[in-house]
């Protein structure tokens, strides 16, 4: 009869195991599981701020004074809140209805759309 070969089988070590933690992310790291959620970050609103306008002497907001309404928009051009303006609910809606005003007279621009 022929020879049989023997061979030797050594048993796994903890070498020879794939480990997974070596290749995951930062996003997979932050997965949230099921049933529960991301807690949202809450902002940040300031209170108890002076009406800018109602201190300045301010009695009616015109829609010409485009320096003063830039105060009040962002960047992107979109109309600031009352809380983080500060602004009275008065003046509110005398500076949104004048700078809608001046967005209509192109004096300034519509919100950005990126």
Not at 2 to 29: H, N, Q, Y
């Amino acid at each position: 009869m022929a020879e049989i070969e023997k061979k030797i089988v050594t048993p796994p070590t903890l070498d020879d195991v794939f480990d997974d933690r070596s290749v995951t992310t930062d996003e997979e790291e932050t997965h949230v599981p099921y049933g529960k959620k991301k807690q949202r970050r809450k902002r940040k609103i300031i209170l108890n701020l002076k009406c800018p306008l109602c201190e300045s002497g301010v009695k009616i907001v015109s829609y010409k004074d485009v320096y003063q309404l830039k105060k009040f928009t962002s960047v992107r051009g979109k109309i600031i809140s009352t809380e983080k303006s500060g602004a009275c609910s008065a003046h509110q809606r005398q500076l949104t209805t004048a700078i809608k005003r001046a967005r209509y007279m192109a004096l300034l621009p519509y919100v950005a759309a990126e």
